[in-house]
C-alpha cells in the first residue's frame, strides 16, 4: 500500500502565506516527480507546481514569484510554500507523485485527500 498524507491547509487572510506537506509511505522503491495541485469550487482541477526528483521545477503562470515547491527524497516528502495568498488561490490542494512500489515494474500516479487552503479578503 502507498499513501500520500498532506497537511497544512487552513484559512488565512490575503497577503498570508501557508506551507503544505505532503509525506508519501509504504512499499516505496522509488519517487519520480511530485506536484500539487488544485480545484476551486466549479473549476477543473489544475497544475500549481511540480517538481522533478532532481530538483526541476515549474510552476503555473499564476503562482509564479509567490509559491515555491521543494521535496526532501529521505523522507519521500514535497512542500508548497504559499506566499502573498490571493482569494483566487481559495481551492482544495493535493498532492501527487509518481511512485514505483516494490515488486512492481512500472510507475503509478498517486494522490493525497486532498486539503483546503481559503483565503479571506
Known amino acids: 500500500q502507498v499513501q500520500l498524507v498532506e497537511s497544512g491547509g487552513g484559512l488565512v487572510q490575503a497577503g498570508g502565506s501557508l506551507r503544505l506537506s505532503c509525506a508519501a509511505s509504504g512499499d516505496i522503491i522509488c519517487i519520480s516527480a511530485m506536484g500539487w495541485y488544485r480545484q476551486a469550487p466549479g473549476k477543473q482541477r489544475e497544475l500549481a507546481a511540480r517538481i522533478t526528483r532532481g530538483g526541476s521545477t515549474n510552476y503555473a503562470d499564476s503562482v509564479k514569484g509567490r509559491f515555491t515547491i521543494s521535496r526532501d527524497n529521505a523522507k519521500n516528502t514535497v512542500y508548497l510554500q504559499m506566499n502573498a495568498l490571493k482569494p483566487e488561490d481559495t481551492a482544495v490542494y493535493y498532492c501527487?507523485?509518481?511512485?514505483?512500489?516494490?515488486?512492481?515494474?512500472?510507475?503509478?500516479?498517486?494522490w493525497g485527500q486532498g486539503t483546503q487552503v481559503t483565503v479571506s479578503s
Open positions: 501527487n507523485a509518481g511512485i514505483r512500489r516494490i515488486g512492481g515494474r512500472y510507475e503509478d500516479d498517486y
